[in-house]
């Protein structure tokens, strides 16, 4: 019993820390969105997308579109680095010998 409960704990610790770092993640890109180009970053973006939105859009709008923009590639690079480090785990590995297929061929 002493286990599981460390491991419900160890668990919701984690998901807290995530949410921490996705929180902290969105206070660094809106430092960014604030800074770039000026400040007109997000009035360029209103811009880029005003003519495909059905209402006009805010600045709030333009500022979470950017926020799914990073979200996006930052999801991208994360797969990326995990089928990186897949390849890299699978050329170190020695190849598995399969019994069934030795034993086939030598028959």
């Given at each position: 019993?002493?286990?599981?409960?460390k491991?419900?704990?160890?668990?919701?610790r984690r998901r807290s820390d995530a949410a921490s770092a996705s929180v902290e993640g969105s206070?660094?890109?809106n430092r960014i969105v604030d800074r770039a180009a000026g400040?007109?970053?997000?009035?360029?973006t209103i811009a880029v997308w005003q003519p495909y939105a059905d209402h006009a859009l805010t600045r709030e709008d333009a500022r979470e579109m950017v926020h799914n923009v990073v979200g996006f590639f930052r999801v991208l690079r994360e797969w990326a680095e995990e089928e990186r480090r897949d390849a890299a785990?699978?050329?170190?590995?020695?190849?598995?010998?399969?019994?069934?297929d030795a034993e086939s061929n030598g028959a």
């Open positions: 019993m002493t286990m599981d409960r491991h419900q704990a160890d668990r919701g206070e660094f890109v400040g007109d970053f997000l009035d360029q785990a699978a050329e170190s590995s020695p190849p598995s010998i399969q019994l069934g």
